[in-house]
């Protein structure tokens, strides 16, 4: 079973954030995880992936989840686990 590419675009101030990746950990599920605050580009990153400014933004294969949707996230995890 391989595990999907995954980045987190977060903010150490978000809830959901936290959350997001409290449930990753949790589940044992390695991600790259990018602060916009401290990382410009990696804000312009997020914008552009989801269309908006609201984090956290799942990237997972390229599927894009914004905020902490736990069915979401598992149904991607799913799909791109092969």
Do not use: N
Request: net charge negative; with cysteine; charged share 25%.
């Amino acid at each position: 079973m391989s595990t999907p590419s995954i980045t987190i675009y977060s903010a150490t101030w978000c809830g959901f954030c936290h959350a997001t990746k409290q449930y990753l950990d949790k589940l044992g599920i390695k991600y790259t995880d990018k602060d916009v605050d401290d990382d410009r580009s990696a804000a312009e990153e997020a914008v552009s992936k989801s269309g908006q400014r609201g984090i956290p933004v799942i990237d997972i294969d390229g599927e894009i989840i914004v905020g902490f949707d736990r069915p979401k996230i598992d149904a991607a995890l799913q799909a791109h686990s092969a």
